[in-house]
């Protein structure tokens, strides 16, 4: 064909004799450089072709078995190691907070190579119901960073909480031997092009609906929605830029439908630029123009690839008879048809259609979470679809209680004079504690029974008690010292000093007669036994106790409580005390008191009388208050770091008595700090005083405030912990209000709420107080000598107990029960001229 070219091109006028380019060919006779090629094609493909086609099918299958390999790997590696963040919605939820919570998760969107190689992680949003309840989590893959879409939620709605599990299928996919599962599914597509939005413009809860179709699931029955969505970015974006231009235009937003207008005959589309002059023609006009501003508004801004899942579960018997069978598939059915129909309320410029989920891709999707190709949304359209309730009234949703509120900063996470007291629950998840220097403002723990109380003392106990703190602890019920027994270092039972009414071992003794300064001691001890007992005590009874004591005091000897009674009712006792008294005011009680007649005095001690004896007839009181010379030295345990250990169970003391050794105990711990003034303030080590049920021991000579304002200098810290604010005096509340500075409150009631919001306002109010969580703090602290704002914790469990360590620990602590030795200095030295008269037989 070249040569027949070429001799047709030489005869032509100045034309070279041979084409030099094939275009010269073919310029010169294209028809015979065509026939040409298809006759080197023809030629080339029976030669070649069975064996380029079998190649081509092989590299077209293997590029498209590797392409769906690696998506499927992709998928894998997205999905790793995926968890559930339930989320519990705020009493008052914003409406505003899912359009900020979608905003924030945008930065999940990866790099354009990072997306092309290896995907673009998604988040699932779900509504799951039964019939019992409703809850609404976060699917999050593994590839997104722990606590990004926790944070994100809790910044989004304040108040709100997050509990984040490993990843589970929202519906069940095994069901007991003997049953099916029966599954109604299907998913929703845009019912038109992407470029237009859905309606975003709600005066009230969009999801009211949605959210009410559960209800009267059967039983067994589960019902999930899903939300599925991506970020995106860069191509894809673009498409759809560009649909939505060609759709403003007047062209079709697709490039196939485009192509078909162009090959088939119909009107034009251009009418939308056209002037109109007709009503039909007007009404177009503004329609189109409130979808060109609607497709302007919706291309603004970030992006999001979307898909919805909806499916109802239930599972039924394998022998389900065919008439049951039908009528079950029916009713799933139609609640799915309900569930799809809740999407209604969001049509506008664009709707929701149902698309068919091919039945065994349901279960396996519903529990991958995949998603391969959705509509694109914007983040207020995605926001309408995906968010918290706005109605409070939701009855099967497990709402927050409470706000979650991080700690300010200062706030020590741990370290060495660090008092730990739990773990924040907002913000960056790290330990909070309080400094020892700032725990000397004394404590204020308030919480009901069971909401965590004693294991928070308990571990502020262990603490002390190992970073070597003196340690006094008073417990009215006997699990908090049962709890720190059990948990203590073995080593440190030598400085353990136990009373415990439950125990049989003999206890060790504190004799609150002891003590240089008689009328001082007779007055602490008269004070704190006409407060105890103040419902029933009058001046006679007063005033016989403190003369009783006097003048046992002034026997030689150590003086004992248990004297008391004989003194008062042994003629033969007293005659010999009386000879030994040389105070002429106390020689004339006793002349007053002879003279009266047996039934009179035996009226007038009658009061006093049976209050001794219910004190004194408990062999673990009198035996630890009036067993004679001290065998505990509180000023030892206080200076170094001795840990004294008081379980005075009322169902073993009574309450009376239990109140009243509490609180000759504390007085007894009160004057060892005080006896500490004269050290000078750097040698006076650090100590505490932690007192469970304190209301029942404070019955103290001394008003508390003062009390708690001199601690602080003595470097002691004082935790009184109790249940609620009315079992607490006026003068007393006020007392612990102003002067225990540091505020821990567990779970109040809304009276208790009301006042305590007071300390924590404004960044917890009174709902919160009254709705925390288990184990959940609300903590006002002392910073660096000054009131702190108010955040939230949870209050760690204590480590297992050891087993055979309470054992161990008692054992040690026996040994700090026996008398000190002769040569121990006494409260008061014997009189060598005198005989005792209670060793005269």
């Not at 991080?406 to 739990?422: H, N, Q, S, T, Y």
């Not at 602290?781 to 054992?807: C, K, M, W, Y």
Request: aromatic share 6%.
């Amino acid at each position: 064909m070249s040569r027949r070219l070429a001799r047709a091109l030489s005869g032509l006028p100045g034309s070279r004799a041979e084409p030099t380019t094939p275009l010269e060919e073919y310029l010169r006779d294209p028809a015979g450089v065509l026939e040409h090629l298809v006759d080197g094609v023809r030629q080339w493909a029976a030669a070649w072709g069975l064996l380029a086609g079998v190649l081509t099918a092989a590299a077209i299958a293997a590029l498209t078995g590797g392409w769906v390999w690696w998506r499927r790997r992709c998928r894998q590696r997205i999905a790793a190691d995926a968890r559930v963040v339930r989320v519990f919605p705020p009493p008052e939820v914003d409406a505003d907070g899912a359009a900020a919570m979608w905003a924030n998760l945008v930065g999940l969107l990866r790099p354009a190579w990072h997306r092309h190689f290896t995907g673009q992680p998604h988040v699932v949003w779900e509504y799951v119901a039964d019939r019992e309840t409703v809850h609404i989590q976060l699917w999050v893959p593994g590839l997104v960073p722990p606590g990004m879409v926790e944070r994100a939620v809790e910044t989004a709605w304040p108040g709100s909480h997050t509990r984040t599990a490993p990843a589970t299928a929202p519906v069940p996919v095994t069901v007991p031997d003997g049953h099916r599962l029966q599954v109604a599914a299907g998913q929703l597509r845009l019912g038109r092009t992407e470029a237009l939005p859905i309606r975003t413009d709600f005066a009230t809860d969009p999801i009211r609906a949605l959210l009410g179709t559960p209800a009267g699931l059967g039983q067994g029955e589960r019902a999930v929605v899903q939300i599925l969505a991506r970020p995106v970015a860069g191509r894809r974006v673009r498409v759809a830029r560009r649909a939505a231009r060609r759709l403003r235009a007047g062209r079709s937003p697709h490039i196939v439908s485009g192509l078909l207008d162009l090959l088939l005959p119909g009107p034009s589309r251009s009418s939308r630029s056209r002037r109109t002059t007709t009503v039909q023609d007007r009404q177009m006009a503004l329609e189109t123009a409130a979808e060109d501003r609607a497709i302007v508004a919706k291309g603004r801004g970030a992006k999001y690839e979307t898909l919805v899942r909806y499916a109802i579960t239930c599972p039924v018997p394998a022998a389900t008879d065919r008439p049951a069978g039908p009528q079950v598939a029916e009713r799933l059915r139609g609640r799915a048809h309900a569930l799809a129909a809740a999407f209604a309320v969001f049509s506008e410029h664009n709707y929701y259609r149902r698309a068919r989920l091919r039945r065994r891709r349901t279960l396996p999707w519903l529990d991958e979470r995949r998603l391969d190709r959705g509509d694109l949304l914007s983040v207020e359209e995605l926001a309408v679809l995906a968010h918290l309730p706005w109605d409070a009234d939701v009855p099967q949703l497990e709402r927050a209680g409470a706000r979650a509120i991080a700690p300010p900063p200062g706030v020590p996470a741990g370290g060495a004079g660090v008092k730990l007291i739990g773990r924040a629950d907002a913000g960056r998840d790290r330990p909070v504690g309080l400094r020892v220097a700032d725990a000397r403002h004394h404590l204020h723990v308030l919480g009901a029974t069971g909401s965590g109380k004693s294991e928070l003392l308990a571990r502020m106990i262990l603490d002390d008690a190992d970073a070597g703190r003196g340690v006094v602890a008073v417990d009215p019920k006997g699990d908090l010292i049962t709890d720190v027994l059990a948990r203590l270092p073995e080593d440190l039972g030598e400085k353990v000093v136990l009373f415990d009414a439950d125990s049989n071992a003999r206890p060790p003794v504190l004799n609150p007669l002891e003590g240089a300064d008689a009328p001082r001691v007779v007055d602490n001890l008269v004070s704190i036994f006409s407060r105890v007992y103040a419902s029933s005590w009058g001046p006679r009874t007063d005033d016989i106790l403190r003369a009783g004591l006097l003048t046992l005091h002034a026997l030689p000897g150590v003086p004992k409580l248990s004297d008391l009674p004989k003194l008062l009712t042994i003629p033969a006792f007293r005659e010999r005390a009386m000879a030994l008294v040389d105070d002429d005011l106390l020689k004339g009680f006793w002349t007053w008191y002879e003279e009266l007649s047996a039934p009179a005095r035996a009226q007038i001690i009658a009061p006093l009388m049976n209050k001794l004896r219910g004190f004194l007839l408990r062999p673990f009181v009198r035996a630890a208050l009036a067993g004679g010379t001290s065998t505990v030295d509180m000023d030892q345990v206080l200076n170094a770091g001795g840990i004294c250990l008081v379980r005075i169970a009322r169902d073993a003391l009574g309450a009376e008595t239990s109140n009243l050794v509490g609180s000759l105990i504390v007085a007894r711990t009160w004057q060892a700090t005080a006896a500490r003034a004269h050290l000078p303030q750097s040698q006076r080590p650090d100590a505490s005083l932690y007192l469970d049920e304190a209301h029942n021991f404070l019955n103290l000579p001394y008003p508390l405030q003062d009390m708690l304002a001199e601690a602080r200098g003595y470097r002691l810290s004082i935790t009184l912990a109790h249940q609620y604010l009315r079992q607490l005096p006026k003068e007393l509340e006020e007392g612990i209000s102003t002067n225990a500075r540091t505020k821990i409150f567990f779970n109040s009631s809304p009276e208790d709420a009301r006042l305590l919001a007071r300390h924590t306002a404004p960044r917890l109010a009174e709902h919160d107080l009254a709705h925390l969580g288990a184990f959940t703090i609300a903590v006002r602290p002392v910073l660096h000598g000054a009131d702190a704002p108010a955040f939230t914790a949870v209050t760690e469990q204590l480590p297992p107990a050891i087993r055979g360590r309470s054992r161990a620990i008692r054992a040690a602590a026996r040994h700090n029960a026996q008398p000190r030795s002769a040569t121990a200095p006494l409260a008061k030295a014997p009189r060598a001229t005198t005989v005792d008269p209670r060793r005269i037989t």
